[in-house]
């Protein structure tokens, strides 16, 4: 479970819910013994805070001084940060700086008793070590060497000039040098994610700019899904990677609807590289020189996007790059949802542009991910319920899910905002952030719209 942005952190995971009979003093000398225990992680970091938070009671539990866990996943971090993933020897590397650090806990177990970073800690180790195939036994780094200075790796890059710019504070240099990140994600008819988590539904038919900064742009091209809606989707994607001394030239990389390709027509480089995890797809482009992660998903006719950026990249533009949806969101004129209200189209006229849909030649065939689907003309129960299919949370994924179902009668808008949900789970830096609920819902029989509010909730 390596982070895409070539960093390795540890993942986060509590054991909230899961207390069984035994007193922690036990579970903390099991976790140690249990090589064979691998739950899965949950996605974040550890050591990136003093503090681990409860998921169901938001109550913190802050490591002690006796306690010496944190210094553990210090250490860790600072064997790993420097690794990439693409690079031969990264898993010879990273075991190794796992038994190093599942040593240290061993070490501090005893005065790390009840301590919920510590349980985390053991936990992703296991899952970890798991992951990697690594033996318990085997060599450990000698000792803390310096990180190398890679220039085309952003995160060293980065790590390397906060410590030398700080080589006076005391040995905290590692835990404040980790950037900040943002997400940005897009997908169905379309809806989009921004920077700062606003949920938005949008017609912006054509081609639209998602990022445009000093480093990276990012173009959607959207058309329109049904004659008679103004809901689109996105059938191309286009990404430029701006040219970056002693790492890259400038590199292209466009997706369109049947051709998601998996690698750049003029090489690939070390510092940008493309992984294919499912031929024509799923793909994954890691441009490590910036810290940037982009996935791509084809789902029917239609293709999906996410993006983790580094903030302070993000932020790396002039007043001539200020229109980014992802930045700012869409232009008033071009939003569906109403002021947070997306209207579900009740009416049997919405039923008739679904027809009208499945009418089109050759249609069924296209849809490719979800066959049956496609021919389906859905009314709002039988909506939510195919929905609930993939998506378990009743979230803004899952009201986006319903209204494209109703827009368009294709079951693959289903996946797709499923797997719009996994991405963002995967990519965004904040758990806490991770659910844009609902609020209020109101129904109206005369005007046949359900609104739906949205709110950014804290996961408690």
């Known amino acids: ?60 539990q802050v490591a002690t001084t006796q306690c010496r866990i944190q210094k553990c996943t210090t250490d860790f971090v600072s064997l790993t940060s420097h690794l990439t993933p693409a690079v031969d020897g990264f898993d010879t590397e990273f075991c ?34 798991s992951q990697r195939s690594c033996s318990r036994d085997g060599p450990t780094p000698s000792a803390h060497p310096e990180i190398p200075h890679e220039p085309c790796n952003y995160h060293s890059r980065t790590q390397h000039t906060h410590t030398h710019s ?25 809806h989009l994610r921004t920077f700062k988590d606003s949920f938005q539904t949008c017609k912006v038919e054509g081609a639209w ?23 689109t989707a996105t059938n191309k994607i286009t990404i430029i990677f701006k040219p970056y001394e002693g790492c890259t030239d400038q590199r292209v990389y ?12 003029d090489g690939t480089v070390r510092a940008l590289w493309i992984s294919e995890r499912s031929p024509g797809r799923h793909v994954e482009l890691h441009a490590g020189y910036i810290g940037v992660t982009v996935i791509i998903r084809q789902l029917g006719r239609y293709l999906t996007l996410a993006v983790r950026i580094p903030e302070e990249l993000a932020q ?20 569906i949802d109403q ?45 939510k319920e195919r929905c609930s299919e993939q998506l378990e949370v009743l979230d803004i ?34 758990r806490d952030r991770w659910r844009i609920y609902p609020l209020v819902s109101l129904f109206s029989s005369q005007i046949n719209i359900l609104g739906f509010v949205c709110i950014l909730k804290i996961v408690k």
């Open 316 to 335: 790396a533009y002039d007043d001539t790059q200020d229109l980014q949806l992802c930045l700012n969101g869409c232009p008033s004129s071009e939003r």
């Open 397 to 430: 994924y899952f009201h986006s899910c319903v209204f494209d179902l109703l827009t368009t009668g294709d079951a693959n808008f289903t996946l797709a905002a499923h797997s719009a949900q996994k991405d963002m789970e995967s990519l965004h830096p904040h």
């Open 209 to 231: 700019p998602l990022i445009d900064n000093d480093y990276l742009s990012v173009q959607v091209t959207n058309v329109p899904v049904v004659p008679g809606s103004s809901a």
């Open 254 to 265: 466009q997706a369109v609807t049947d051709s998601l390709p998996a690698a750049f027509d």
């Open 1 to 60: 479970c390596i982070p895409r942005s070539s960093c390795a952190l540890m993942p986060l995971r509590t054991r909230a819910g899961e207390d069984g009979e035994k007193s922690e003093e036990e579970e903390t000398e099991e976790e140690v013994k249990r090589p064979g225990h691998h739950p899965s992680p949950l996605p974040g970091t550890l050591g990136t805070s003093d503090s681990l938070c409860l998921s169901r009671s938001g109550q913190c």
């Open 166 to 190: 700080h080589s006076h504070s005391h040995g905290h240099g590692h835990s404040r040098s980790r950037p900040g990140y943002l997400f940005c994600g897009l997908f169905g008819d379309p």
């Open 339 to 383: 002021a947070g209200h997306l209207p579900l189209p009740l009416a049997p006229p919405a039923l008739g542009l679904q027809q009208q849909q499945l009418r089109r030649p050759g249609y069924a065939s296209q849809t490719q991910a979800y066959p049956h689907g496609a021919t389906h003309v859905f009314a709002v129960d039988g909506a």
């Open 96 to 129: 190794k700086a796992l038994r190093a650090y599942s040593a240290c806990t061993q070490r501090t177990a005893k005065a790390c008793r009840g301590n919920l970073v510590f349980h985390s800690a053991l936990l992703g180790i296991s899952d970890l070590m």
